[in-house]
Every structure is written in structure tokens, then in C-alpha cells.
């Protein structure tokens, strides 16, 4: 197979700062209508800046190309394959922008009065029971506005419920294949953290029972795990935790591999967030936005963040009367905007579709396996759920390392997939294809894996000296993380 990432025509392109000339605008501002006045008038002395030193001025067409330029370098999902395990990058349907963008939403102000906003308020309270039935939960709050929000926000119900009852617990378990924010999320909502290991792949009942006491509030894990493995004990693990009176929560980041399927309420999970922004395909990255609804058991329903969206007869309304509650998460109400995306989808799909939809990113995951642990280290030969996790072992031998294999990934135009991640596998590389790619799109994928591996036989020097098509070489990445350079100075 030879790389298909071409060279073409790249263009150069300097920071916009190096394009500066005096003599050129790119805005043309009309006089007010209300006169002039001197700023310092209107304005306090110490608040007005004299100048801002090497500040551009470039006029409209450089502007213009400078950023498209700067675009065309991106790599995005629209642009093709993006198999980073763990972060679910399917494509983003254009119909849920589409009515992102109608007016009634985009225009709508959370100052508004509910009378103005029952639209807004019915597409919440419905989105909160698709998710609420979806994964088999009582309640639903929409207020957090990402996933590791949505954990906090968990926890800090959990330790609500502990301190109400008068009986405030200390310690969250957390086995070492859950996601890498579990432990901070349960460290600020005050908990210690109690760590277990796997046991060939997945959580075993009897790990749990060794450090499960009345001391510990709940045991925090990721099913499917960071493995991409299913938690098969879940059950008898849950069975444990409640019998001392502690809560199950599941961080629902994969939740992209059960929707449709089964759900986590039934397994005995009482807690549980949903990456809106991953399964149920809003955009993402780059900083958001995001949104992490979270989902509860009947239990935990009256620490739920306010204010909550409450139905009386066909009126909505937001209720704020809640005297157990954890309080405000987030101003207003959520991401809205991310919210709509969800909400067009789930309704796009329906129940068959979202079915479909992690069938389908359960086989693209399996396929990929299949046809490469011949040729990587697979160290947990199972099946897996939405993602599988290889390593550079067979590479090493050659000094070729997992990093190495990205780069030269790039080479054949695709973008690199999530290396050294989850930490217990040393040397990771972790593939999640979602359901939304093809299988021609699959198979070249895996064809240029296997030419990597093969590369890494015959030419390691090539695969070391990786990318090669690209506009810039191998970058120094260690001095970029610990010399960032952020601001630029003339």
C-alpha cells in the first residue's frame, strides 16, 4: 500500500502578527450618530489602554486567506477517519446544525420568561426522559456541561446523600481501567480514593468485597472500561456495594457501545453521565462545547442539581424549590446548543437506529481486531465492545514505539489514534472506529497498519523519521510541552 497523504499545494503561512503594515484596515467603521466623545469621559483612566503593542493590522483579503489557510491545515472529523479510542469521533449528522440553527433556538435568551421559552423547555424535559429510558434511570438533570462535569456532579450528589442521612462516608473505589478523570472528580466532590487492579481485563467481584466496608460511599467505574472490555460481573459487583450501603456509578462515556441494548439501570448502576458531545454525535474537541447530562436512581433524585424542568399539564417550567439539592452546577441551564444536536438525533435515529448504531460500532471495533492482532500485541484477546486496545511490543524489538507508528500513520493520511492510553497497557494504542465509517474506509486503515508493522521490520528508520509528507517534520514535543510558547512578542 503506498501512503496517500500527498504533499500538493501547501501553502506557507506566517502568524497573522508577521503580516502587520501600517497602511492597511480590514474593517470600516461608520461614524456614530451620537457624536464623538473622548474615551476617558465615559471611562475610568486606569481601565483605558494607551496602544496594544504589535497588534495587527492586515486588511480583509489577508485576514480572510490567513484563516482559511490555518483551516485547511486542520484535520476534523469531515475531513476523514479519526480513530481516537476513547473519545468516540463519529461524524455529526448536518441535519442536527441544521436545527440547531433554527431561530427559536439559536435566538433563544435564558432571561427570557418561561411563557417565551416553552419550546426550549419541552425539548429539555423530553431529552431528559430519552436519556432517562435509555439507560434505565429515574431522573435526569442536563445541567452539566461536560463529562467529567457530570461525574463531579455524581459525586457531590452521593456525598449530599451521605451527609443527609447523617452519616458522611470517606472513600470511593475505583478500579485502575477506569477513565483517567474518575479520580479526580471523586477527590474534589472530598472523597479518598481506594484503587484495585483488573483481573484479565475487567473488574473481579472478589477484589471488590476485599475493600468494600461502611466506609466507603460507592464504587466508581467505566463499563464498558477503558479497555474496551464489558464488565461482566457487574451485577455481583453491584450486589456487594449495596449490600454496605454504598452507590454504584458508571461513568457513561461509552456509553456508544450498550445504547439501544442494554441498560446500565438494570445492572444496578445508580449513577451514571452521558457525553452528549460523543454518543449522541454532537461536535467536539478543541474545548467543547460539551455537555455531560447526569442520570440518577430514585434515591439520589432530591440532591439533583436546580433548577429542574417539571411538566403541569401541558406548561413547563423550572422548579427551584429543592431544599436538598446540590445547587447550581452551571449558569442557566446546560449547553442548549449541544442539547438540540442530541435531542435531533436520538429522534432521527429512534430506538431501532440507536440499536443499530452501537451494533455497528461494536463490529467495526471487532473488525479492526481481527484483522491486526496478528500484527500487533493484543494483550486481551476477547472480544471487545466499541474499541480495542493494542501495543508496540512485536515493534519494540526494532525501537520502533508506539509514538513512532502514529507518526508515520499520518503519512498514509489518517490521523493517529490514541496512544499510551489506558495506562496499564504500556505502549497503547487504542482504536475506536464508531459506527459511522466504512468498511472500505476500514480496510485501508488496516492496510496501513499492517504496512507500518511490516515497515517496522524491513525499515525502521523510515517509521523512526515519520511523518515525511508533511508540512513539518518530527516536532520536539517534550521542549513544546515543557516550553510552551504561547504569546508572541515582535
Known sequence: MKPDAARGLTMEEPLIFEKTAETRRGISIPKSDAGEVAPEDVIPREFLREDIP???SVSEMETVRHFVRLSQWNFGVDTGFYPLGSCTMKYNPKINEDIARL?????VHPYQPEELSQGALRLMYELEGFLGEIS???????????????ELCGMLMIAAYFKDKGRPRKKVIIPD???????????????????????????????????????????????????????????EIADIVHKRGGFIYCDGANLNALMGIAKLG???????????????????????????????????????????????????????????????????????GIMVRAYSYIRALGPDG????????????????????????????????????????FQSKNNVHTLDIAKRLIDYGFHPPTIYFP????????????????????????????????????????????????????????????????????
Open 54 to 56: 504589535g497588534f495587527p
Open 103 to 107: 431561530s427559536g433556538f439559536s435566538n
Open 177 to 235: 481501567t477506569a477513565h483517567g478523570t474518575n479520580p479526580a472528580s471523586s477527590a474534589l466532590a472530598g472523597f479518598s480514593i481506594v484503587s484495585i487492579e483488573e483481573s484479565k481485563g475487567v473488574i473481579a467481584p472478589e477484589a471488590v468485597e476485599l475493600v468494600m466496608d461502611e466506609d466507603t460511599a460507592a464504587l466508581m467505574l467505566t463499563n464498558p472500561n477503558t479497555l474496551g472490555l464489558f464488565e461482566k460481573h457487574i451485577k
Open 136 to 150: 434505565g434511570m429515574d431522573a435526569v438533570t442536563l445541567q452539566p456541561a461536560a463529562g467529567a462535569h457530570g
Open 354 to 393: 440507536l440499536k443499530k448504531a452501537t451494533e455497528m460500532a461494536v463490529l467495526n471495533a471487532n473488525y479492526i481486531k481481527e484483522k491486526l492482532k496478528g500484527h500487533y500485541y493484543l494483550p486481551y484477546n476477547q472480544i471487545c465492545m466499541h474499541e480495542s486496545v493494542f501495543s508496540d511490543k
Open 266 to 336: 438494570n445492572m444496578g448502576v445508580d449513577v451514571i453521565q452521558f457525553n452528549l458531545h460523543k454518543t449522541f454525535s454532537t461536535p467536539h474537541g478543541g474545548g467543547g462545547p460539551g455537555s455531560g447530562p447526569v442520570g440518577v436512581k430514585k434515591a439520589l433524585e432530591p440532591y439533583l442539581p436546580k433548577p429542574r424542568i417539571i411538566k403541569k399539564g401541558r406548561r413547563f417550567s423550572l422548579d427551584y424549590n429543592r431544599p436538598k439539592s446540590i445547587g447550581r452546577l452551571k449558569a442557566f441551564y446546560g449547553n442548549f
Open 423 to 490: 495506562l496499564i497497557v504500556p505502549g497503547a494504542i487504542m482504536i475506536e472506529p464508531t459506527e459511522t465509517e466504512t468498511k472500505e474506509t476500514l480496510d485501508r486503515f488496516i492496510d496501513a497498519m499492517i504496512n507500518i508493522s511490516k515497515e517496522a521490520d524491513e525499515k525502521p528508520d523510515m517509521v523512526r523519521d515519520a511523518p515525511q509528507n508533511t508540512r513539518l517534520g518530527r516536532l520536539d514535543e517534550v521542549k513544546a510541552a515543557r516550553n510552551p510558547v504561547l504569546r508572541w512578542k515582535g
